[in-house]
């Protein structure tokens, strides 16, 4: 993990296009979804990002670990939202609802968020077919017989592949991880009654 890591960095640093595919692969929609609890606009969180991955490749910006590369990503998002939010005159009242009186940390609790949605997306990008298909559909809040339904499988199946998805999560993500997967979605019926 830690030589992928390093081999992304470089790549990053170098402009190497694979790198940039994986950037754009792993990073693009979760700073869309930063952006859009910022904005409240999905077009203008969509350009942000790109205009902030373009503003990246043009620079001759070098990271030296990821969690300065994380944290340049997040904090380009977060200022050029405020500069739109600026343009739409509406900074301060975003400001005060976010209970924000710097510009510097942004919403940590919404980075946090996106990363832990990050790294659940790639665990469950490595599932077998049915059983990623199962835990989506139960991210969707969906129920054991409405996706038994969807899926053409019986409820049975359908808790077989939910309870071994859930042990994978576990197994593949780290502890911290894992515990805040589980708090960013308490409020959901894990059972898919």
Not at 32 to 55: N, P, S
Not at 120 to 125: G, K, P, Q, T, W
Request: a positive charge; hydrophobic letters at 40%; proline letters at 2%.
């Amino acid at each position: 993990m830690m030589e992928e890591s390093v081999k992304f960095l470089y790549g990053i640093n170098t402009k190497q296009e694979k790198a940039w595919q994986h950037l754009y692969a792993e990073y693009y929609s979760p700073l869309c979804c930063y952006a859009l609890k910022i904005l409240k606009d999905r077009e203008h969180a969509m350009d942000v990002v790109q205009g902030v991955i373009i503003r990246l490749w043009e620079a001759n910006t070098y990271f030296e670990d990821m969690p300065s590369f994380r944290g340049y990503l997040y904090r380009a998002v977060y200022h050029n939202c405020l500069k739109v939010l600026r343009d739409r005159n509406i900074q301060e009242q975003c400001l005060a609802r976010h209970g924000q009186e710097d510009g510097i940390g942004g919403d940590l609790g919404a980075v946090i968020e996106e990363e832990v949605i990050r790294k659940l997306r790639n665990v469950i990008a490595r599932m077998p077919e049915k059983r990623r298909e199962v835990i989506l559909l139960c991210l969707e809040e969906k129920k054991v017989e409405e996706i038994g339904e969807i899926l053409g499988i019986s409820i049975n199946t359908v808790k077989k592949h939910k309870k071994e998805a859930y042990q994978y999560i576990r197994k593949v993500l780290s502890p911290d991880i894992f515990i805040l997967f589980y708090l960013l979605f308490k409020h959901r019926d894990w059972n898919c009654k």
